[in-house]
């Protein structure tokens, strides 16, 4: 039995992703599986690219990051309640409503094997987000379900040459993703800088992988090795 919690990308809802509807209920199936097996699941859902363009088109509008954040948070708990109505669908025990606390969505994964939130208040990502729930939780580690294999030291649609990794220290991470600091509302990096500093502080375990590949999220999720990059404290 294992408590994991999962931050998933909301890139991989998006309608141009090839077989999306198959790729959803795959997610099911794991999700499902593993509650049979008395795993207790958090999922945090990301914004995707819906947050970026409200955020985008509201811009030219607004000019409180804050305020900006609100927007994607918004996607965040739409992309939410999809999984949600579909696991429960599927007959899976959920929570029956969005946390849009961390504390909150702690209590709820004592009450039922799986919660699904998304993002909480302006300024904290979904990987941040997922992290902190991790944490609080006390969960075995925390999966960054992405839409790239692996971290690299650049990105590597920019340079196809660039070198990945499989294990990496909390440490080391920071350093390619930078300084512990909120960007700008809607940006997009491989893993946020201020969830890997709380999850170096904590020493929880990350593992960042390709979910588009469900596999890869099932193996993460039993604690089978994985295509993807594994972090950990030095």
């Known amino acids: 039995m294992a408590t994991v919690i999962a931050a998933i990308g909301g890139s991989l809802l998006r309608p141009e992703i090839e077989e999306r509807h198959a790729w959803l209920e795959g997610l099911v199936s794991v999700i499902r599986d593993r509650v049979s097996m008395d795993d207790r699941i958090g999922i945090v859902v ?9 955020i985008e088109l509201a811009r030219p509008l607004i000019d409180n990051e804050g305020h900006l954040d609100k927007i994607g948070i ?13 696991l429960s669908d599927a007959g899976v025990s959920v929570s029956g ?7 909150e969505a702690v209590l709820l994964l004592e009450e039922r094997p799986v919660v699904v939130m998304g993002g909480t208040t302006p300024g904290h990502t979904t990987d941040a987000v997922a992290i902190r729930f991790a944490i609080a939780s006390g969960a075995d580690r925390c999966i960054i379900a992405t839409n790239v294999p692996k971290v ?14 499989d294990f990496l220290t909390h ?4 350093e390619i993703v930078g300084p512990a600091e909120h960007s700008r509302a809607g940006a997009s990096q491989i893993v946020d800088p201020v969830g890997v500093s709380e999850a170096n502080i904590s020493k929880m375990t990350l ?3 390709d979910g588009r590949d ?3 999220i099932r193996s993460a999720i039993v604690g089978d090795e994985f295509v993807g990059t594994v972090v950990r404290g030095a």
Not at 97 to 103: M, Q, W
């Open 171 to 174: 440490d080391r991470l920071q």
């Open 74 to 86: 918004a996607a965040t708990r739409l992309n939410a309640t999809i999984v949600r109505e579909a």
């Open 46 to 54: 990301g914004g995707g690219a819906p947050a970026r363009e409200g």
């Open 97 to 103: 409503t969005i946390p849009t606390r961390v504390d």
């Open 152 to 165: 690299y030291e650049e990105d590597p649609r920019e340079n196809p040459e660039a070198e990945s990794h």
């Open 207 to 209: 593992n960042i992988l």
């Open 214 to 216: 469900v596999g890869l």
